[in-house]
């Protein structure tokens, strides 16, 4: 018989192993000696020493998931249990129960490092959804948009949560985008018909200003070119492919017109302002009429002036009040020198000056013999109050006397 610390070979080739349970079969060894038998079932033990070592440094330096590792602990125990090894198995079962001890905590720590993740991104795709809805309100289109297609990619990054979780997530941030892409597809359908409605009432407008091109009624096209423009301005954008196109027409239009336009009213320049030149020398040549010497003479050469003035036409609009002055003013002083002629030669009026002026005269006279009359008798008061009077009647009398005298009386 032969023996060792932890086993023994018997008479019959029966080997045993010592445990705390007392001692267990390995085995039944035929095929040699006892030491033979013991030295194969002690690399059988070293062997299960090797592997056990091995799984403990796999659970401690790799990220070995805690199912795979308690299948090998088990496989293992198994092997441990079925005593085929020679050596101390009560260490190497101590070793697993602690190995199972580390990977229950290693299962509890990624546990909770799940949980954590989980409530991360939970809480990161809450905020995705938040975000989302906010965004589906936007009338930033561009930008929306593209922060939207961002907020996907950030999605599929993130963990998935429990299924009913995430779908119920997942659902609501799809409709955001959904909601998004409604309103921006009915937006842009809304712009396009504005923009077709756009160009239709732009059409119109080029067509008729290039119909008024050609025209010569130069004020009222002019005006009209005006509210053109401003129904241009009111009626919006068209489609990018027919705004430049339509502007260009509408705007060659117009150019052909207000050149047209400008040259005519610079030869019109021209010519008011050649006109204003001889309106001038006339006004210079019937301002030497005054002061009126000869009223027939006079009149007769200014009608003359007259008739050439009203021959010469139009002058710069800013210059007529000045010139046109200055022709009436002579116009005014040979009226006043006709009315001051008329009133000279109307026998009339003359008879009436001098009828007006005997009256005068003879009450001047009366009133001057009732005054020395007054003062002979010593009332001093009736004669200064004749006098006063007097005073008022030879003031008439000195106005008639040369109103007459106009008359050459």
């Known amino acids: 018989m032969s023996s060792d610390p932890w086993g023994r070979v018997d008479e019959t080739g029966t080997v045993y192993v010592r445990t705390a349970d007392g001692e267990q079969v390995v085995g039944s060894w035929q095929a040699g000696s006892p030491e033979e038998a013991l030295a194969y079932f002690e690399r059988k033990y070293e062997g299960l020493v090797v592997e056990i070592g091995l799984l403990e440094k796999r659970v401690k330096t790799t990220d070995l998931s805690a199912k795979d590792a308690q299948t090998a602990v088990d496989h293992l125990r198994e092997q441990v249990d079925a005593h085929h090894a020679v050596g101390d198995l009560d260490a190497l079962r ?5 190995l199972v001890e580390l990977v229950d905590k290693r299962r509890e720590e990624r546990k909770v490092q799940r949980a954590k993740q989980s409530d991360e991104a ?30 996907v990619d950030t999605w599929k990054g ?34 396009d018909a504005q923009r077709e409605e756009a160009r239709k009432t732009k059409e119109r407008l080029v067509s008729e200003a ?9 004020g009222p096209t002019a005006a009209r070119y005006r509210d053109l423009m401003s129904e241009w301005k009111a009626a919006g954008r068209a489609q990018r492919e027919h705004e430049d196109d339509l502007w260009n027409r509408f705007r060659g239009a117009q150019d052909v017109f207000f050149a047209a336009r400008g040259s005519v009213f610079a030869e019109r320049d ?7 030149k001889l309106k001038e020398e006339l006004a210079e040549e019937a301002e030497k009429l005054v002061p009126v010497s ?10 003359s002036v007259n008739e050439r003035w009203e021959a010469i036409g139009h002058v710069p609009r800013d210059a007529r009040p000045k010139v046109e002055g200055r022709m009436h003013a002579v116009e005014r002083a040979l009226q006043e020198a006709e009315e001051t002629e008329w009133r000279r030669t109307n026998p009339e009026a003359r008879a009436r000056a001098e009828g007006l002026t005997g009256q005068l005269q003879a009450a001047v006279d009366k009133l001057r013999a009732q005054i020395d009359q007054a003062r002979a008798q010593g009332n001093n008061a ?21 109103g007459l005298h106009e008359f050459g009386g």
Do not use: C, I, M, Y
């Open 94 to 98: 101590a070793r697993l129960d602690k």
């Open 122 to 151: 939970r809480g990161a795709k809450e905020a995705l959804v938040v975000e989302a809805e906010e965004l589906a309100r936007s009338d930033q289109w561009r930008v929306a948009g593209e922060r939207l297609r961002s907020l």
């Open 158 to 191: 993130l963990p998935r949560l429990d299924r009913k979780s995430d779908d119920e997530l997942w659902h609501r941030f799809s409709h955001a985008r959904s909601a998004f892409s409604k309103r921006r597809k009915q937006h842009f359908a809304q712009l």
């Open 210 to 218: 290039e119909a008024l091109s050609n025209s010569t009624d130069w």
């Open 270 to 276: 021209a010519e008011q302002a050649e006109n204003l």
């Open 294 to 303: 000869d009223l027939k003479a006079a009149r007769a050469a200014f009608r």
């Open 382 to 402: 009736k004669a200064d109050k004749l006098e006063r009077e007097l005073e008022g009647r030879q003031a008439l009398l000195d106005q008639a006397l040369k």
